[in-house]
């Protein structure tokens, strides 16, 4: 297990990076090195709110961020697209991954987030310049429900979340087929009677 030291930048990023790439050992996933990298830089840049969220004119936080990413991914500027693009990815897997209780206040359910993060990861892809970057962001278009889920683990893991909500630990285990909520809902006392989807079986 990883050893936080609190006081570092970098060596909370290395704590994070040990205990993601102690969850992918553990899962038995194979993964890309640059894959865990990403998923731990991405845990600690969005630690901070005004990283996670955009700031209207007037300085609030804009409430409807990923509608506003999505229009700036269909413009014709590619900085602005490829930018838009990328947090429009990594927005979409911390929801669905570290802030999965967000989704119980909207009306749009965890799959609309996981082919949204998904697909911008896959056009992100398309955009690169080199085989290391275009196999990156490949690879999170391909593995996005099997990181999500991931980093959902870490999150329980770390003490991030306390959810005990039974009714979206079940959605999501019927959305998803996720080993670790399964083993969560047989910890609160109930056994699942139906199959959850495949998707993590990528």
Not at 85 to 103: A, E, N, Q, Y
Not at 186 to 192: K, L, R, S
Request: charged residues 25%.
């Amino acid at each position: 297990m990883g050893e936080l030291k609190p006081n570092s930048i970098e060596g909370v990023r290395d704590y994070f990076q040990s205990e993601l790439a102690e969850v992918l050992k553990r899962r038995k996933l194979n993964t890309e090195r640059e894959a865990v990298s990403y998923l731990a830089d991405l845990l600690l840049s969005y630690q901070r709110a005004e990283n996670f969220f955009a700031k209207a004119k007037d300085g609030k936080h804009e409430k409807n961020v990923l509608a506003l990413l999505y229009g700036e991914a269909q413009t014709g500027d590619p900085f602005v697209r490829e930018r838009a693009l990328k947090r429009l990815g990594d927005i979409c897997l911390l929801i669905t991954g570290v802030f999965p209780d967000s989704l119980k206040r909207k009306v749009v359910q965890v799959d609309y987030y996981f082919g949204m993060g998904g697909s911008a990861y896959h056009a992100l892809a398309g955009m690169q310049f080199t085989d290391i970057a275009r196999s990156l962001y490949g690879e999170l278009s391909q593995k996005f429900v099997l990181f999500s889920d991931v980093l959902g683990e870490f999150a329980d893991k770390s003490g991030l979340l306390n959810d005990n909500d039974l009714l979206s630990i079940y959605e999501r285990w019927l959305c998803t087929g996720s080993p670790r909520l399964r083993e969560k809902l047989t910890a609160m006392g109930i056994t699942p009677t139906v199959t959850g989807s495949s998707k993590l079986k990528q």
